[in-house]
């Protein structure tokens, strides 16, 4: 094997040491993407596409719903057409930047029913009973206490509201099925159902009685 070859091994080596390394940190430093890095939101997500969302999550006309963590609005964008002419997305993030390039794109779009409010998802500044229905996508990992957003997301819910969560296999920050079903229990949450596979899925929650 020539010397060219073998550096070439290595550095792929290195390479890949690196980014399960970069992996592995994050997994034990949970932390939201930030802005200067919003490409990684912007990019498609396969297997957790708009249309499955919308099947899962069953938007109606004329209902509050809330998107944590909207990125710059991959998602955030269709549903609050989905919620048109009456219904109103409520964004939540920690980062105003975010929300303010969602709120640009939308303005763009000439989309007006989508307000935002900068908070931390384990302790929101909302109300009880305040929306129909809740949704994040490769989301909750991100957040430092899941159980606490978790109980944050049922208590802002209606007693008749429903939760979506969607995960995407290879994210750092990736929430198994089981690990998930386990914390939204916890958090006084039921299974509903799941669509998706191994390498992506959305998971509804109701509220439990």
Known sequence: ???AMRL??????????????????WRKHPSACPYGQRYWVQAPHP??????LRQVLAPAPGERILEVGPGTGYYSLPV?????????????DLQPKMLDHTLARAKQAEIENMRSTVGDAQQMPFAENTFDAAYLTVVLGEIPDQEAALRELRRVLKPSGRLVVGELLGDPHWVSPKALRQRAQSAGLRFERQAGGPLGY????????
């Open 1 to 3: 094997m020539c010397r």
């Open 8 to 25: 070439s091994q290595k550095l792929g080596l290195a390479g890949a040491a690196g980014v399960a390394g970069a992996a592995l940190w």
């Open 47 to 52: 297997f957790i596409t708009r249309a499955r």
């Open 80 to 92: 609050a057409g989905w919620l048109a002419p009456h219904g109103t997305l409520e964004l939540l």
């Open 202 to 209: 959305f998971a509804r929650f109701g509220v439990s009685s």
